[in-house]
C-alpha cells in the first residue's frame, strides 16, 4: 500500500516536472521568437530609413544641382547674352545709318534671336529653380507654372483650392508637391493628349491633397506596374512621396482621362526655419 502511494506521488512529481519542463521549453520558443521578429522588425526599420535618407540625400542634391545649373545659365550666359543684346543695339545704330535695308534685316533678324534666346534662358531658369514658391508659397507657383504652359500650348488648365489662401508648409513638402504636379502636368501632355486638364489642391489639419485629371487617352496604372513600364516621372514621383510619408492613387474617371491624387500629411514647420537661399545670389536675403 505505501509502495503503491509512493508511486503516485513519484508520477505526478515527474508528470509537474515534465509540464514545467514543457512550459520552460515553450515559453523560451516563444521569447526567441518575439526577440527575432523585434531584431527584424529593427533591421527592416533601419533599412527603411537608411533606403529613405538615400533618397532624400539624392533629391536635395538633384535641387543643389538644379540651383546651380540656374546660377551659372543666370550669371554667366544671361550677362553675356545681355551684353550681346547691346552690342547689337549699337551696331543697329550704325547700320541705320548705312541705309542699306539688306543689312538693316540681317540685324533685326539677329536682334530678335537673341530677344528669343534670352527669354529661353530665363523660361529655363525658372523652371530649374521655382523661385515663385519659396517667396509666395504653392498656390501662387502652381499658377504662375500655368500661365506658362498655357502662353505656349493649345490648352485649357484650370486650377481651384478649397482655401482661398494655402497656409505655407516646410519647404521640403511644398517643393514635392510642386515637382509631383510638374510632373503629372508634363506627363498629361506629353502622352495623354488631351485638351483640358484641372489642377486641385486640398488642405485640412492632417493631410494635403493635390489632384491632377485630365480629359486624355488614359492609361491603366496596374498594368504599367504589372509589366514593369513605369517610368522615371512615375518612379520619381513615388521616390518623393516615400520621403515625406505620402501616397499616390491613380483612377480612371467614367468620363474618360485619368486622375492621379497624391496625399501627404501636413509636416511642422520648424519654428526657427532657415531663411530661403535665392537661386541667383550666394547669400541668404530677406523675402
Same mark, same amino acid.
Given at each position: 500500500?505505501? =509502495? ?9 512529481i ?13 515559453? #523560451?520558443?516563444?521569447?526567441?521568437q518575439k526577440?527575432?521578429f523585434?531584431e ?19 533629391? =536635395? ?7 546651380r545649373?540656374a546660377?551659372d545659365?543666370h ?5 553675356m ?7 547689337l543695339?549699337?551696331?543697329n545704330?550704325l547700320v541705320?545709318k548705312? *541705309?542699306?535695308?539688306?543689312q538693316?534685316? @540681317?540685324?533685326?533678324?539677329s ?12 523660361r ?11 517667396r509666395? *508659397?504653392?498656390?501662387?507657383? @502652381? ?14 488648365i484650370?486650377?481651384?483650392? =478649397?482655401?482661398?489662401e494655402f497656409? !505655407?508648409? +516646410?519647404? $521640403? ?5 510642386? !515637382?509631383?504636379m510638374q510632373?503629372l502636368?508634363?506627363n498629361?501632355?506629353?502622352?495623354a493628349?488631351?485638351? $483640358? ?5 486640398e488642405?485640412d489639419d492632417?493631410?494635403?491633397?493635390? !489632384?491632377?485629371?485630365?480629359n *486624355?487617352? *488614359? ?5 504599367? $506596374? ?6 522615371l516621372?512615375?518612379? +520619381?514621383?513615388?521616390s !518623393?512621396l516615400?520621403i515625406? =510619408?505620402?501616397?499616390?492613387?491613380y483612377e480612371?474617371?467614367?468620363?474618360? +482621362?485619368?486622375?492621379a491624387?497624391?496625399?501627404i ?8 526655419k532657415?531663411?530661403?537661399l535665392?537661386? #541667383? ?5 530677406? @523675402?
Amino acid at each position: 500500500m505505501q =509502495n503503491s502511494e509512493e508511486l503516485k506521488w513519484a508520477l505526478l512529481i515527474a508528470s509537474l516536472a515534465m509540464l514545467t519542463m514543457a512550459f520552460c521549453m515553450i515559453s #523560451f520558443v516563444m521569447y526567441y521568437q518575439k526577440r527575432r521578429f523585434e531584431e527584424e522588425k529593427k533591421i527592416n526599420d533601419i533599412e527603411k530609413n537608411y533606403n529613405r535618407l538615400l533618397l532624400d540625400t539624392a533629391l =536635395n542634391s538633384e535641387e543643389t544641382e538644379r540651383r546651380r545649373i540656374a546660377q551659372d545659365l543666370h550669371d554667366d550666359i544671361g550677362t553675356m547674352l545681355s551684353l550681346t543684346k547691346l552690342s547689337l543695339n549699337q551696331l543697329n545704330k550704325l547700320v541705320s545709318k548705312i *541705309g542699306d535695308d539688306k543689312q538693316d534685316l @540681317i540685324m533685326k533678324k539677329s536682334q530678335s534671336l537673341v530677344e528669343e534666346t534670352i527669354l529661353h534662358v530665363r523660361r529655363i531658369t525658372r523652371d530649374l529653380v521655382p523661385t515663385t514658391l519659396e517667396r509666395f *508659397g504653392l498656390m501662387e507657383a @502652381i499658377e504662375e507654372f500655368i500661365n506658362k504652359l498655357e502662353e505656349d500650348n493649345n490648352l485649357v488648365i484650370s486650377f481651384h483650392s =478649397n482655401t482661398e489662401e494655402f497656409p !505655407r508648409q +516646410g519647404q $521640403k513638402l511644398e517643393l514635392t508637391l510642386y !515637382r509631383i504636379m510638374q510632373e503629372l502636368v508634363n506627363n498629361a501632355i506629353k502622352h495623354a493628349s488631351c485638351s $483640358k486638364i484641372d489642377i486641385s489642391l486640398e488642405v485640412d489639419d492632417q493631410f494635403i491633397g493635390l !489632384r491632377v485629371t485630365d480629359n *486624355g487617352v *488614359g492609361f491603366d496604372p496596374e498594368k504599367i $506596374k504589372e509589366n514593369n513600364l513605369a517610368g522615371l516621372g512615375l518612379l +520619381g514621383i513615388e521616390s !518623393r512621396l516615400s520621403i515625406v =510619408n505620402g501616397t499616390m492613387q491613380y483612377e480612371r474617371p467614367s468620363s474618360g +482621362g485619368s486622375s492621379a491624387f497624391a496625399q501627404i500629411p501636413v509636416m511642422p514647420i520648424p519654428e526657427n526655419k532657415p531663411e530661403p537661399l535665392h537661386p #541667383f545670389r550666394r547669400e541668404r536675403v530677406n @523675402i
